[in-house]
């Protein structure tokens, strides 16, 4: 069974770490930084890699940045599926200042774009070959295809709900990782699955969600309505899955703190890969919050290796809510 990733709106992603606290308007000096690839299908894809699996990565890619971009998954081993873009790729900033509970967390995302009209149907169209030919092989049925990220400027916000309509009936489980209009746009041609994390629940809800009763009620009533399984992320208190499989919570082991980059994509990366694989989905999610968890202790957008990803499976409970 393959899996495929879609990111419209990839980035380079710079990430700074300093000890002490920032100060704006001054000059702020840092202890660390690197440079990664950026983009969460693209994250995916990596983490993909490093459990094994090729996951061939749909992209966008322009000018110098996006050279540098290409050249680096190039060395990581990744598959690209890329069309240039007259646009260059964006740039994103990650910063990191403090410690322990004084951290301070901040990000400065690049717009993106613009595509043009002829570069998103190239992808489109390039993407839709790959899975209408691999979906039409019975050895190879049941591919994953995860759409992730933002849009960049030039694309419609129903651009995911295309692709899923485009795609129906032709056996691909559709995972939708985005936010605002184009997660809500997505949802209405009831994709396999999305993976919101709290705000963007929140933001489907129409509302802030607080307590855990409320949480747990929009979940399983996205479920009931789209027939869409959920899996929302709830950074530090873990994550809840709705399903035809029931309704699941799974908990996040404590760990320090290094880059809170690609940390949804690790852990949607190993849900994904367990589940293709016939896995349970208790299984999957611990695996999920193991892996997550050993990438937040490693700095920018650094995927664990396979054996990192594993070592928390002990800490890590998953429990059987009831609807």
Known sequence: MSIYTLTLNPALDVSIR????????????????????????????RALKAMGEDAPAYLFYGGETGQAMIRMLRDEGIEIRGVETAAPTRINVKTIF??????????????????????????????M?????????????GSFLVLSGSIPQGVENPVYNSVIMMLRNRGVHIVVDA?????ESALEASPYMIKPNLDELSSIA????????EILNRIFQI????????????????????????????????????????????????FVHTISSAGAVPDALKFASSAAA??????????????QMGKYLGEITVERLKI
């Open 18 to 45: 300093g000890a002490g606290a920032a100060c704006w308007g001054k000059l702020n000096k840092t202890d660390s930084q690197t440079l990664f690839c950026g983009g969460k299908g693209i994250n995916v894809s």
């Open 98 to 127: 403090g410690t322990g509970g004084g951290t301070v967390l901040s990000e400065f995302n690049g717009a993106g774009g613009p595509v043009s009209r002829e570069e998103l149907e190239a992808l489109c169209s390039s993407l």
């Open 129 to 141: 070959e790959e899975l209408k030919k691999n979906t039409g092989n019975p050895q190879d049925s």
């Open 179 to 183: 936010s605002g209009a184009a997660l």
């Open 206 to 213: 129409g509302k802030r969600l607080v307590e855990m009763s």
């Open 223 to 270: 479920f009931v309505e789209n027939g869409t399984r959920v899996l929302c992320t709830l950074s530090e208190k873990g994550a809840i899955y709705a399903g035809p499989e029931g309704m699941w919570k799974v908990s996040s082991p404590q760990v320090e703190l290094k880059s809170f980059a690609g940390a949804g994509d690790t852990f949607l990366a190993g």
């Open 294 to 307: 050993a990438k937040v202790e490693l700095d920018g957008t650094e995927i664990p290796t396979l054996e």
